[in-house]
């Protein structure tokens, strides 16, 4: 499979599913999870990269997929710093009407900044080990650790105590996260 063609014809036929899920995972809306597929498509395939398969074409497309998502929340961020020197402010909108909530999980994921969302994603769903994380979004393993335990604490506060998360010690105390994991 040389051409690109049949190498993303093949990715989107066999794992289209998954990619989707895993932008879900991300973002938490169907919509900008179908749009982040896309442009994350577009990026692996823009350029030329002798002897991909479609395997390895996934492993570009999740990257790609995070990336996206961490660049346009901060686009939206910028933007909404210097929004009102372009236009006047619209009064009573929700801010929150964007937001799918289909489980406590969704919906506490989506209370979490771009970061930490991003790495507990991949620390948990996705199964990755801290140092894969910090590899995968260019970040050193001690920010990655940060941003998971700083994630983590944000969701017990909606979610309640997280106890499958954290391995007990011995005496049935929290026990900080294991080094490398």
Request: net charge neutral; aromatic share 6%; hydrophobic share 35%.
């Given at each position: 499979m040389s051409d690109w063609r049949e190498v993303m014809t093949q990715l989107v036929e066999?794992?289209?599913?998954?990619?989707?899920g895993y932008a879900y995972l991300v973002c938490g809306n169907a919509t900008q999870a179908q749009d982040l597929v896309q442009d994350a498509l577009v990026r692996t395939f823009s350029k030329p990269r002798p002897g991909l398969t479609a395997v390895k074409a996934e492993g570009y497309v999740r990257r790609a997929i995070t990336t996206v998502y961490i660049d346009g929340y901060r686009r939206e961020q910028r933007w909404r710093r210097v929004q009102h020197l372009f236009r006047e402010e619209q009064a009573g909108s929700d801010p929150?009407?964007?937001?799918?909530?289909?489980?406590?999980?969704?919906?506490?994921?989506?209370?979490?900044?771009?970061?930490?969302?991003?790495?507990?994603?991949?620390?948990y769903f996705d199964d990755l080990t801290v140092p894969?994380?910090?590899?995968?979004?260019?970040?050193?393993p001690g920010s990655v650790k940060?941003?998971?335990?700083?994630?983590?604490a944000?969701?017990?506060?909606?979610?309640?105590?997280?106890?499958?998360?954290?391995?007990p010690s011995p005496d049935g105390a929290p026990r900080p996260s294991q080094e490398g994991r």
């Amino acid at each position: 499979m040389s051409d690109w063609r049949e190498v993303m014809t093949q990715l989107v036929e066999d794992r289209e599913r998954a990619l989707l899920g895993y932008a879900y995972l991300v973002c938490g809306n169907a919509t900008q999870a179908q749009d982040l597929v896309q442009d994350a498509l577009v990026r692996t395939f823009s350029k030329p990269r002798p002897g991909l398969t479609a395997v390895k074409a996934e492993g570009y497309v999740r990257r790609a997929i995070t990336t996206v998502y961490i660049d346009g929340y901060r686009r939206e961020q910028r933007w909404r710093r210097v929004q009102h020197l372009f236009r006047e402010e619209q009064a009573g909108s929700d801010p929150t009407t964007g937001i799918e909530a289909g489980t406590d999980v969704t919906a506490a994921l989506a209370t979490l900044p771009p970061r930490e969302r991003a790495c507990v994603v991949l620390r948990y769903f996705d199964d990755l080990t801290v140092p894969q994380i910090a590899h995968q979004l260019g970040l050193a393993p001690g920010s990655v650790k940060r941003y998971v335990h700083d994630g983590l604490a944000r969701l017990e506060l909606v979610l309640g105590p997280l106890e499958d998360v954290r391995d007990p010690s011995p005496d049935g105390a929290p026990r900080p996260s294991q080094e490398g994991r």
